[in-house]
C-alpha cells in the first residue's frame, strides 16, 4: 500500500529566504506527483504536476523534483513571501489505480 | 468555467441523521472522488467514480454512499450521521483514462455531528 510522508510538519522561515518542502513515497511505481496549495479554510490549488518521466517543473518561484527511484520529491520555493503561507500537499498516484494518495503536509508560515 | 462546485459549504448534523453532500463539475471529466480530511492525516478517499453508473470505494467508505447519473454530478451520502464523519469533504475531477492529468478539487463542505 502506497504511503506518503512529508517532512517538516510544519516551518516557519523569515521573509526572503530560500526553502525545500520535502515529499516521500513507498512504492516508486507512479503516474506522476502533484503539489498543492492549502490556505486555511479553503480548498486545494494545484501548484505542479510532475509525471513519472520528469525529473522536474518549474512554475514562477517554485520548483518541484522528482527522484522515482528514492520515492522522493522536493518543492522549492525560491525568495519566500508572507504570502506563501500555507498548508502545502503532495499527492502519488499510482500505477495500480486512478487515484490520488496524499501526504499529510508541511504547514509553511513566512515571517514579515 | 465553474470548476468543481460543492454544496453546502456548511453543515450541522445530529447523530444518526442523514444527508447527502452535492458535487458538481462543468468540464466534461469523466473521473470524479470524494475525500475526507481530516487533523494530521492528509486527505484520504472515500469513493470515487470513473464514469457515469461506474463507482468504487476508496480507502475509508463505511458509512457513506454514492452513485454517479450522469457525468456533471457525483452526490456523497451520510446513511446515518456519526460523530466520527465530522470532518471536511472535498469533491474532485479530473479526465478518466489518462492518469498522467491533475485533479481539480472543489471548495470543500465543513461538516459538524453532534
Known amino acids: 500500500k502506497q504511503e506518503v510522508t512529508q517532512i517538516p510538519a510544519a516551518l516557519s522561515v523569515p521573509e526572503g529566504e530560500n526553502l525545500v518542502l520535502n515529499c516521500s513515497f513507498t512504492?516508486?511505481?507512479?503516474?506522476?506527483l502533484q503539489w498543492f496549495r492549502q490556505d486555511p479554510g479553503k480548498g486545494l490549488t494545484s501548484l505542479l504536476l510532475?509525471?513519472?518521466?520528469?525529473r522536474e517543473q518549474t512554475s514562477g518561484r517554485l520548483n518541484a523534483s522528482l527522484d522515482k527511484s528514492s520515492g522522493r520529491s522536493t518543492l522549492y520555493i525560491a525568495a519566500s513571501q508572507p504570502g506563501d503561507s500555507a498548508t502545502y500537499l503532495c499527492?502519488?498516484?499510482?500505477?495500480?489505480?486512478?487515484?490520488?494518495?496524499f501526504g499529510p503536509g508541511t504547514r509553511l508560515s513566512v515571517l514579515p | 468555467n465553474a470548476g468543481v462546485t460543492q454544496t453546502p459549504k456548511f453543515q450541522v448534523l445530529k447523530t444518526g441523521q442523514s444527508m447527502t453532500l452535492q458535487c458538481a463539475q462543468d468540464?466534461?471529466?469523466?473521473?470524479m472522488s470524494w475525500y475526507r480530511q481530516d487533523p494530521g492525516m492528509g486527505l484520504r478517499l472515500i469513493h470515487y467514480?470513473?464514469?457515469?453508473?461506474?463507482?468504487d470505494q476508496g480507502e475509508v467508505p463505511n458509512g457513506y454512499n454514492v452513485s454517479r447519473s450522469t457525468t456533471e454530478d457525483f452526490p456523497l451520502r451520510l446513511l446515518s450521521a456519526a460523530p466520527s464523519q465530522t470532518s471536511v469533504y472535498f469533491c474532485?475531477?479530473?479526465?478518466?483514462?489518462?492518469?498522467?492529468?491533475?485533479?481539480?478539487f472543489g471548495p470543500g463542505t465543513r461538516l459538524t455531528v453532534t
Open positions: 474532485a475531477s479530473s479526465p478518466s483514462g489518462v492518469q498522467t492529468y491533475e485533479q481539480y
Open positions: 512504492d516508486s511505481a507512479i503516474y506522476n
Open positions: 510532475i509525471q513519472s518521466s520528469q
Open positions: 499527492a502519488v498516484r499510482d500505477n495500480y489505480g486512478q487515484n490520488f494518495v
Open positions: 468540464m466534461n471529466h469523466e473521473y
Open positions: 467514480s470513473v464514469g457515469a453508473g461506474i463507482t
